[in-house]
């Protein structure tokens, strides 16, 4: 790329602090590890969480020089469900070991198209679904057809269509507060996966009634982390970066450079009305290149400078629209950027290094160090029956949560666990009056007075 001279001038730019693993590669380093913690479901109408007993986040990172193996069960440390579309499945072990390229190259030929199911894996182990959910229109029956309680499409699942259904408006009632949902066992997220109820325009309802939780929190305010690589070995980010590609000029939004058809014919497809409206289907949008640098390429992603590559590397991006509401096409694709040699594996047939690193740190302890950085929201305030402490960016390690007297006597405990963003206390049983909540993390503590009152 005849950008990278750009960047070796710049690298001073992005500060050590800001990029933890500068020995080991990001694509070895960033993973969730965890293999003592199980996950958890809702029910519909219960909002209490059962244990799955399955394993969350990545059990095991290994490496050889030009690959990374990423075994993991696929089920995130947040709670998933309820799927109030009448989804039967709940997500199960998939005890999958997932082949990433750790020196990806641009694809100079013809892009690959991304396919129906996993396109990618986010650092908690969980899959990337592209942008469709298999369900298409069928102009010879005028209906739609693919998936559950549709007639097959002609040629089976995947076979091209003129209209084929964006999962994102059509599924949006099946999917939980983390925006995510399973397939046949499956659990995936097909957009940014930050709870519904932390946007700014709250498009469901679901985490009225369940945990406001997700892999990571959006903060405009800063980068935001990596939080997965697509089949063809490049980083995905979240929804922010630098206005410029060397890595200056602010923080800002990334943004889709795919537009809505202003049309309202669609040859061979049903009439835009209430029910298929503009963006029903993937084909109801049409890129075009913008001239800004915030702007993505047909790929969802461009070349630039991030906190983890200070010399630069392609990165895709989970876009979203000023409301922090996902927009297509949301985090890899239409077609890749670079080469998708390999997908999943069996086995691991060559010799390897096993990685551990700092991903496996569980401490819980807090530290004495008052950090002001320390990116955490605690509220409501004052409180009634429960106190909700939500971190912003990915949560890497478990994170203590202490709820304190004016004396300094600890009286409840509980922990903000790595690949989540949120945890309560709750507040029921404990007296009126001023209180402390004391948060620690590996880079310091934050405390808060709150006062509970009944």
Same mark, same amino acid.
């Given at each position: 790329?005849?950008?990278?001279?750009?960047?070796?001038t710049?690298?001073?730019l992005v500060?050590?602090?800001?990029?933890?693993f500068a020995?080991?590669?990001?694509?070895?380093?960033?993973?969730?590890?965890?293999?003592?913690e199980?996950?958890s479901?809702?029910?519909?109408?219960?909002?209490?969480?059962?244990?799955?007993?399955?394993?969350?986040?990545?059990q095991?990172v290994?490496?050889?020089?030009?690959?990374?193996?990423?075994?993991? !069960?696929?089920?995130?440390a947040?709670?998933? %469900?309820?799927?109030? /579309?009448? =989804?039967?499945?709940?997500?199960? +072990?998939?005890? $999958?070991i997932?082949k990433?390229?750790?020196?990806p190259?641009?694809?100079?030929g013809?892009?690959?198209?991304?396919?129906?199911?996993?396109?990618?894996?986010f650092?908690n182990?969980?899959?990337?679904f592209?942008?469709?959910?298999?369900?298409?229109?069928n102009?010879?029956?005028?209906e739609?057809?693919g998936?559950?309680g !549709?007639?097959?499409?002609?040629g089976?699942? %995947?076979a091209?269509m /003129?209209? =084929?259904?964006d999962?994102?408006p +059509?599924?949006? $009632?099946?999917?939980?507060?983390?925006?995510g949902h399973?397939?046949?066992?499956?659990?995936?997220?097909?957009?940014?996966?930050?709870?519904?109820?932390l946007d700014?325009d709250?498009?469901?309802?679901i985490?009225?009634?369940?945990?406001?939780?997700g892999l990571?929190?959006?903060d405009s305010?800063?980068?935001?982390?990596?939080?997965g690589?697509?089949y063809?070995?490049?980083?995905?980010y979240?929804?922010?970066g630098?206005?410029?590609?060397d890595?200056t000029?602010?923080i800002?939004r990334?943004?889709?450079?795919?537009?809505?058809?202003t049309t309202?014919?669609?040859?061979?497809?049903?009439?835009?009305?209430?029910?298929?409206f503009?963006?029903?289907?993937?084909?109801?949008?049409?890129?075009s290149?913008?001239?800004?640098n915030?702007y993505l390429?047909?790929?969802?992603?461009?070349?630039?400078?991030?906190?983890?590559?200070?010399?630069?590397?392609?990165?895709?991006?989970?876009t979203v629209?000023?409301?922090?509401?996902?927009?297509?096409?949301?985090?890899?694709?239409p077609v890749?950027y670079?080469?998708?040699?390999?997908?999943n594996?069996n086995?691991?047939?060559?010799t390897v290094?096993?990685?551990?690193?700092?991903?496996?740190?569980t401490t819980?302890?807090i530290?004495?160090?008052?950090?002001?950085?320390?990116d955490?929201?605690?509220?409501p305030?004052p409180?009634?029956?429960?106190i909700?402490?939500?971190?912003?960016?990915v949560?890497?390690?478990n994170?203590t949560?202490?709820?304190m007297d004016?004396?300094?006597?600890?009286i409840?405990?509980?922990t903000?666990?790595?690949?989540?963003?949120?945890?309560?206390?709750?507040?029921?049983?404990?007296?009126?009056?001023?209180?402390?909540?004391?948060?620690?993390t590996?880079k310091?503590?934050k405390s808060?007075?709150?006062?509970?009152?009944?």
């Amino acid at each position: 790329m005849h950008y990278k001279n750009t960047f070796l001038t710049i690298a001073v730019l992005v500060s050590i602090s800001s990029f933890s693993f500068a020995q080991t590669k990001p694509a070895i380093a960033s993973w969730l590890q965890n293999n003592t913690e199980v996950g958890s479901y809702y029910m519909e109408g219960n909002s209490t969480v059962i244990s799955n007993d399955i394993l969350v986040n990545v059990q095991s990172v290994d490496y050889s020089d030009d690959w990374v193996y990423v075994t993991t !069960n696929g089920v995130p440390a947040y709670p998933t %469900g309820p799927f109030l /579309d009448g =989804n039967p499945s709940q997500a199960t +072990a998939q005890s $999958a070991i997932f082949k990433i390229p750790l020196d990806p190259a641009e694809n100079t030929g013809t892009k690959t198209e991304s396919t129906p199911a996993n396109i990618g894996l986010f650092i908690n182990g969980v899959a990337l679904f592209d942008w469709r959910d298999g369900v298409a229109w069928n102009p010879n029956t005028s209906e739609l057809c693919g998936g559950p309680g !549709n007639p097959p499409c002609p040629g089976g699942m %995947g076979a091209a269509m /003129d209209w =084929n259904r964006d999962a994102i408006p +059509a599924e949006k $009632a099946g999917f939980d507060c983390s925006k995510g949902h399973p397939s046949m066992g499956n659990y995936h997220h097909h957009q940014n996966p930050s709870a519904f109820k932390l946007d700014l325009d709250v498009v469901s309802s679901i985490c009225n009634l369940y945990d406001a939780d997700g892999l990571y929190a959006i903060d405009s305010s800063k980068h935001s982390p990596l939080i997965g690589f697509a089949y063809d070995g490049f980083p995905i980010y979240g929804a922010y970066g630098f206005m410029n590609t060397d890595g200056t000029g602010g923080i800002t939004r990334m943004k889709s450079s795919y537009d809505l058809l202003t049309t309202s014919t669609r040859t061979n497809g049903p009439t835009v009305d209430a029910t298929y409206f503009t963006g029903y289907f993937k084909e109801d949008y049409a890129y075009s290149a913008q001239t800004g640098n915030d702007y993505l390429d047909e790929s969802n992603g461009r070349f630039c400078v991030t906190p983890e590559y200070p010399e630069g590397v392609y990165a895709y991006f989970a876009t979203v629209d000023e409301n922090w509401n996902s927009v297509y096409p949301y985090a890899v694709g239409p077609v890749f950027y670079g080469n998708v040699v390999t997908t999943n594996v069996n086995s691991i047939s060559e010799t390897v290094t096993n990685y551990t690193g700092d991903s496996t740190d569980t401490t819980t302890g807090i530290t004495s160090e008052i950090s002001k950085d320390l990116d955490v929201t605690i509220f409501p305030n004052p409180a009634t029956d429960l106190i909700a402490v939500q971190m912003n960016g990915v949560v890497r390690n478990n994170t203590t949560v202490q709820l304190m007297d004016l004396t300094g006597k600890i009286i409840s405990t509980t922990t903000i666990r790595s690949g989540s963003t949120i945890s309560y206390i709750d507040t029921k049983t404990f007296q009126s009056g001023n209180y402390i909540v004391r948060v620690g993390t590996n880079k310091g503590l934050k405390s808060e007075n709150i006062i509970i009152q009944h």
